[in-house]
C-alpha cells in the first residue's frame, strides 16, 4: 500500500461538493464499507507482474479519462472517503517507484490520496478525522489483502526522487500506535558530522546498504549522490521528521539501524534475497 496527498490551494469549503460520476463509466460497490462514495476512474488497467486546482479538480484529475493518474481511495480533509478504482485493478497512483526491488509498484499496491494543499501552499496539518479515516481505511485493507505494517509506505518512499506525499507532517506514530505502518521513536538529533552530498567513504556504502535493506531503490556506490540524498530525505520524512535536511547524521543513521532491527524477521529474509 502507499500513501500520499495532493496538492488543494483552497480547502476553506467544509463539506466539498464532489464531481458527478462520469455517466457512461461503470461503477462498483466499493470494497470498503467506509467508503461513502464511489466515483469510478477511467485511469485503471489490469494488474500484471502536480499541482490540481482544487479537491474538486483534483478528484476529477484522478478519476476521469485521459489524465493518466487515478488512486483506488481519496481521502478528504472531513474525513469522506471515495474510492476511484476497485481494489482488483491496477491504479495509476505511484508512477516511476521502487520498493524492495519490484519496479511495477502499481501493479502490487493500493493507492491511497489523502487530500492536503502540500508543500506548494503552505502544508497545513493533516485534520485528525482525516487521519482517523486513513486508519480506518488503512485497516480494512490491510485485513483484506493481507499487507503487512511494514508495507505501509509514503508516495515519497517508492519515489523519492519524485514526491514529497504525504510528507513529514503525516501523523506516522499515531498510524503505528493504531497498527498501520512500522515505526519507531527517531534517535534524538544530536551535534554530529553527518554524510553528506560529495561524501565518498564506506560509511556511505554500509548506508546506502541499510536502506536497500529496508527496501529503499538506491544504488550502493559508496558515493552520497543526489540520489542518495533524496533518498534520505525520503527517509527523514517518514522516520525522523523533526529535521528534514537529507544530510545523515547520527540521528538519522541510528534511527534506521532501529527500524531495521525491529523488522520481522521474514522481512529483512525477503530484502536481502
Ligand atoms: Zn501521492
Known sequence: MSLGSFAVPDSKRR??????PIANMQ?????SSIASDVIPSANFGERNKGRMPDV??????????GTDVSAHYIVLEDGRIIQCVPESKRAWHAGVATWAGEDDINSCSIGVEIV???HDWGYPEYPLRQIAAVIALCRGI???RNVPSHRVLAHSDVAPTRKKDPGEKFPWHSMANSGVGHWVQPAPIVRSEGLKIGTISDAVRDLQLALARYGYGV???GKYDTTTMEVVTAFQRHFRPARVDGVADHSTLVTLQTLLASLPAAAVAAATT
Open 15 to 20: 463539506a466539498t461538493p464532489l464531481p458527478r
Open 27 to 31: 461503477t462498483f460497490n466499493p470494497d
Open 56 to 65: 474538486q479538480g483534483a478528484i476529477a484529475q484522478l478519476c476521469t479519462a
Open 219 to 221: 544504488p550502493v556506490t
Open 116 to 118: 492536503n494543499r502540500g
Open 142 to 144: 490491510m485485513l483484506r
